[in-house]
DNA sequence: AAGATGACTAACT
DNA sequence: AAGTTAGCCATCT
């Protein structure tokens, strides 16, 4: 007995959060965006926004994961403006429609929740 | 091993 | 509106 033929292949990042992670931002719609806060809140921890960036920076690129639809509590790229990866996700998401105000997306628009009370109370440009 | 860091946030000034 | 403070905790030096 004795042998632990199957030990926990997830090392470091030890539980399953960072899976639980991947796949909530793997269901983010095309043209839309969700803040870390709200990635962490759905993989079912309220507190752990920073945690959400660290899984997304391990992810596999097997995944394809949509990385570039998580964005900052305002709405904002969590990149320095300057830098490489925020013109990346910039470009990325004005490719899928997402509209940035002076640097800025409205939440109310393509977050989740912005994008349903969007379609319930607005006319339709 | 201990302190700094960070793809964060909410609360406070 | 913009800057600071505190909470979080795995990684990096």
Request: hydrophobic content about 40%.
């Amino acid at each position: 007995m004795a042998n632990d033929t199957l030990k926990p292949s997830v090392s470091g990042d030890s539980e399953s959060w960072v899976k639980a992670v991947w796949q909530v931002v793997g269901g983010i719609p095309r043209g839309h965006v969700l803040t870390y806060g709200e990635v962490a809140r759905l993989a079912g921890m309220n507190r752990w926004a920073r945690r959400v960036s660290r899984a997304m920076r391990r992810a596999p690129k097997s995944l394809q994961l949509p990385w570039h639809r998580v964005v900052n509590a305002q709405g904002r790229i969590s990149f320095p403006e300057d830098s490489n990866g925020y013109k990346r996700q910039k470009r990325l998401l004005e490719e899928e429609g997402v509209a940035f105000d002076g640097g800025r997306i409205d939440l109310d628009r393509f977050g989740y929740r912005g994008a349903l009370d969007h379609l319930i109370w607005s006319d339709p440009l």
